[in-house]
Every structure is written in C-alpha cells, then in structure tokens.
C-alpha cells in the first residue's frame, strides 16, 4: 500500500487488514527496521519521505474519511458574503466543494481543483493567482503566483500541508509550494490550518506557516492510545491555536465539533488582539476557554 500510494495511516492499514492499530504500529516498526518503509506519525512513508512528496492521486486515498469530516467542520467557519483565500491540497479540494453552498462567497486560490470545485457555484465568484503550473498537486506557484498577491486583504486562510507541529507550524516538501503558501497567509487576517491526524507531529522540509501565525488547526479525532497526537494538540494549544475536533468514528461524525480554546488574549495581528470569545462568535458558537485543559486533558485520555 506504501508503494502504490507514497504514504499511509495506520488506521487505514488497521482497517484494511482487520486487526488493531496496536498491532498494525508493531509491525510497521518491524518493516522501518527493514529498511522498507520510514515511519511517521499516525502512519509511514516510502523510505527518504522527508523530502520526498506524493502527488495527488496518492494523496487523493489517505485519510479519506477524516479529510471528510475536517471539511464539513471548516465549512461551518465561513459566513455569507466572505472574501477568503483558500490553498492547495486534497483536504482544501474537499473544502471547497462545501464552500459552492456558500452564497456571495469569494474565494481567491492557486489551486486548479479548488477552482474546478466551484466552477459551477452561481453565486461564488473565484479569483485564480497566475504563475507555473505544478502538475504534482495542479497548483500555481512561482513569482507569477506571488505577485498577484499582493495588495490582497481577506477575512481567512484556509491552508493544508504536509505535516504540522508545535515547534516548527506547518510545513510542506516543495519549496515553491511553500513560498506560495506564505504570501497566502500575509494576505489574511486569520489563518485556519487544515490538516488531518497523520500529520500531527511531522515535519517536513520548507516552513509556510509558524505556529505563532495559526489562528485555528481543524483536525480529526486522534485514536485513543495516540498519546503523541495529544501531546502536540496540547502544545499547539498552549501556544494559542484554536483547535476544532471532528469527533467520532468516521465521516458520519464529521459534523461534530469539540473546540480548544485559546488560553486567554492572543498576539496582536490585523484584526487585533484575538480571544477564545472573539474566534467562537466568528465560528457561530459559544467559547468555552476556562475548559481548555479540561478538554485537552480529555483528548489525551481517549
């Protein structure tokens, strides 16, 4: 499965070959030392997947399921009339098929597929970026992309990667993606990351977003012995990211929202100081900050 698709989660494998995570985790640990595949978190890769980066169509079958979910969730974030920027990946593509719901909506992309997604949509107006096409992820990166960008000003970010940690942020293989990803996020007042539980606690290559500049992480659940997932939910946390769980079993959960909030005023930005109330009245629902340890400490039980 690793070699037909670059990359895969252990709770896909576990399902596949009907047995426990526990188990499935040993034995990918059994094959790392083999030398046949290098192990990351919630999942593993070809050897050398630090640097290398899978294309679409094999990206397209990971974490199918919780990518679902997360774009149900983020979805919910968006109101009416909004001008946002939205990046490329398989879990944004997801997003944006929702987003044609969305009346008086404008999106400004560099991605073909998220563009496709809402080609039909009568009353979202899409914005394309110029620049080189990347046949890998049918993005536009390059100078051209970068540039018409600037001077750009919305409400939100919504960006995906390829792996998200408390030290470094988000990150992604390709520098070009990277740089394009960057110049998306200074357009934005807020930045919501997109990213699904394999990529909790890896790190790849080029840095698009900092921790410091994460408004939101929506996710999904992470398994209950995932205590490594828990512990990078708790430090994202602690450095002021709000974070939305798609909660439950599977897709047909992915309307259920379990928020973290920020521990208190957050860092001065375009829209000012952001708080746990402030992000849970633009989400549609109440904050709830005096339970974030309460909550995180309940992520890490289960």
Not at 266 to 283: D, E, F, I, K, S
Request: proline share 3%.
């Amino acid at each position: 499965m690793v070699r037909a698709n670059g990359a895969v989660s252990l709770r896909e494998l576990a399902r596949v070959v009907q047995t426990s995570e526990v188990t499935v985790r040993r034995d990918v640990r059994a094959l790392e030392a083999e030398g046949l595949l290098d192990r990351r978190h919630g999942g593993a890769v070809l050897p050398g997947g630090f640097t290398r980066e899978s294309g679409f169509p094999q990206k397209s079958h990971l974490a199918t399921a919780e990518k679902t979910a997360i774009a149900d969730l983020a979805a919910n974030m968006v109101d009416e009339g909004e001008a946002i920027v939205v990046g490329a990946g398989t879990t944004t593509q997801e997003l944006a098929r929702r987003l044609a719901r969305v009346p008086g909506l404008t999106v400004v992309t560099n991605s073909l597929l998220v563009a496709q997604a809402l080609a039909h949509a009568n009353r979202v107006e899409v914005v394309m970026t110029g620049g080189t096409l990347r046949g890998s992820n049918y993005a536009l990166v390059g100078s051209g992309a970068e540039q018409s960008l600037q001077g750009l000003r919305v409400s939100r970010a919504f960006l995906s990667g390829s792996g998200l940690t408390a030290e470094r942020g988000l990150s992604t293989s390709n520098m070009l993606s990277a740089s394009v990803d960057r110049a998306l996020v200074q357009a934005a007042a807020e930045v919501v990351v997109l990213a699904d539980h394999t990529k909790l606690g890896t790190d790849t290559m080029f840095q698009t977003v900092p921790t410091d500049l994460i408004t939101r992480l929506v996710t999904d659940e992470p398994a209950g012995h995932d205590e490594r997932a828990a512990t990078e939910l708790q430090a994202l946390a602690d450095q002021g990211v709000q974070i939305a769980v798609a909660g439950g079993e599977g897709a047909s959960a992915g309307r259920q929202r379990r928020d973290v909030p920020l521990p208190g005023p957050r860092r001065q930005g375009p829209g000012g100081l952001r708080t746990a109330v402030a992000l849970g009245a633009a989400a549609g629902e109440p904050a709830q900050g005096s339970e974030r340890g309460a909550r995180v400490a309940d992520l890490r039980r289960r």
